[in-house]
């Protein structure tokens, strides 16, 4: 298991930004019952983490990305670990909102860019990879370049998947969904048959839970 993924994981556990209750689920805001909920926004309150997450994003950028000249950060969840990992790789950073404003310069990039920029998109979750997609889709409009992009976490739906390599976009990820529950299997987090529950859960997250 890769250490940066394993740790990754733990530390989202041991904080609470992601919590397990398969027999407990809770209800998304797209109306999906999950037995999972992740909040990154809770490693923001956590200095050792938060310093973890940065220098993780430095790493995997100038491992896989060394030709990159900006940091971008997916509006409103990844601004700040956006904005930390390019202070760690000493690079500009500009943000992309969910669509334009409706006001003032009806900006949906905020911060200064050069067309023909290569750009890196941080972002801190992605779940069916839609709203991630739309702010590559921006920067791209806006004459970027984007090499690709990197998040937090993923539960690694086929449905993103799919989605990535439609846009042809790169996708690469501090940790996942099968390393989080491997991992509180392991710890005793979870039972063995909250795997299997967990496991059933993200082949059909759309239809799981449906009458519970």
Sequence with gaps: MDE?????????????AIKLQPAKPFTWASGWKSPIYCDNRMTLSFPEVR?????????????????????????TGAIAHGALAADALGMPFIYVRSGAKDHGLGNQIEGHYEKGQK??????????????????????????????????????????T????????????????????DMAASSGYISQGDVETLKEWRTDPASWGIGK
Excluded: H, W
């Excluded at 739309?134 to 086929?158: D, N, P, Q, S």
């Design 4 to 16: 940066t993924a394993r740790k990754t994981a733990e530390y989202l556990l041991q904080i609470k």
């Design 119 to 160: 750009v890196v998109v941080i972002e801190d979750l992605i779940s069916t990879g839609g709203s991630s997609l739309g702010a590559v889709r921006a920067l791209r409009e806006a004459g970027c370049e984007v090499l690709g992009m990197i998040a937090i976490f993923t539960y690694g739906f086929a449905k993103a």
């Design 51 to 75: 310093g973890f997450i940065r220098d993780s994003f430095a790493v995997k950028v100038r491992e896989l990305y060394p030709g990159a000249e900006l940091i971008a950060g997916v509006a």
């Design 162 to 181: 799919d989605a990535f390599a439609a846009e042809g976009c790169r996708l690469d990820t501090l940790s996942n969904y099968s390393v989080l529950v």
